[in-house]
């Protein structure tokens, strides 16, 4: 499939220098992509003039009038290269630098979702892909029941793929068959489960995922997944976990759990910070049952 032609995919908002490390690291692919479509979420910090110093004639950049969140963004960055004809889309976050050679052992695998493995700065194996995403029972608490950095010790102890049921939009490849069948990123979700949602639908098409062991993605950033339930990131989380739960519930009692989790969180609220929250979880209820069809195909 050497005759691929690649996009990547960059979202990006007010991290200018995250931005500018990880598209030196494009610039150092041992294969380039033929195109690298930065979309700039309407950053106001010198984001702008990082892009229009690149020297990559590839690069595109969009900027935005407003932030579309992350998944809008992909969503806008993936109809673009889709649209532009497109093989094959790599989507990036802008806090990741590939290895020089993450591109060339990704295109080496014949399956069309792939996403590379990452490590954090210090070679240890970060990579959060869930290998068993429960939406089949109703007593799970947290659908994520393993991930790859949960189930192995390091990268060196993984086979060189592994089947994973969701992504990250962070080293993610996606080939233009799976657009053509199941349709764009969801830019409904703003932030969060955006890839969850987009994983689970290539999924029940037929396509497999794998991370690939040799293709490696260095994370700038530590993980911090505990984000504060009672700010308004807290009510996306909730949202759009409920939302996933309505869509994709494998049985009535999952798609039940919803209503079970926000009343738990509303009688326990006196204890867990007061009204916000409570108040975050029942928007959120409401929200999510707006958000139970499949978006469309455009």
């Not at 505990?226 to 739960?245: E, P």
Request: charged content about 25%; glycine content about 6%; proline content about 4%.
């Amino acid at each position: 499939m050497t005759d691929e032609r690649v996009a990547v995919v960059v979202v990006t908002y007010n991290r200018a220098d995250l931005l500018e490390r990880m598209l030196a690291g494009l610039d150092e692919l041992e294969r380039r992509p033929e195109a690298v479509i930065v979309v700039d979420n309407a950053s106001t910090d010198h984001t702008r003039d990082v892009l229009e110093r690149s020297t990559n004639p590839d690069l595109l950049a969009i900027h935005t009038t407003e932030n579309l969140g992350g998944a809008g963004g992909f969503h806008l960055g993936v109809k673009t290269a889709y649209d532009q004809g497109y093989d094959v889309m790599w989507l990036m976050d802008d806090d990741v630098v590939p290895a020089p050679d993450c591109l060339t052992r990704l295109l080496e695998v014949d399956a069309s979702c792939l996403t590379a493995v990452r490590e954090d700065r210090s070679g240890a194996l970060v990579e959060k892909a869930a290998v068993h995403f429960d939406l089949r029972n109703p007593l799970a608490i947290r659908p994520k029941k393993a991930s790859v950095d949960s189930a192995y010790a390091d990268r060196a102890s993984m086979p060189a793929t592994v089947p994973v049921d969701n992504v990250s939009f962070e080293g993610f490849l996606v080939r233009r068959a799976v657009i053509d069948a199941i349709g764009l990123p969801d830019p409904s979700y703003f932030i969060f489960y955006d890839d969850v949602d987009f994983a689970l639908r290539a999924r029940r098409a037929g396509f497999a995922i794998l991370a690939v062991r040799d293709a490696v993605l260095v994370r700038q950033l530590d993980f911090d997944q505990q984000h504060d339930l009672s700010s308004w990131k807290g009510y996306y989380m909730y949202r759009n976990m409920f939302a996933v739960h309505f869509r994709y519930g494998e049985n009535v009692l999952v798609r039940l759990k919803p209503w079970l989790v926000a009343l738990v969180v509303v009688l326990l609220s006196p204890l867990r910070g007061g009204r916000a929250e409570a108040g975050n979880v029942t928007r959120a209820l409401r929200d999510a049952r707006g958000m139970r069809s499949l978006p469309t195909r455009s």
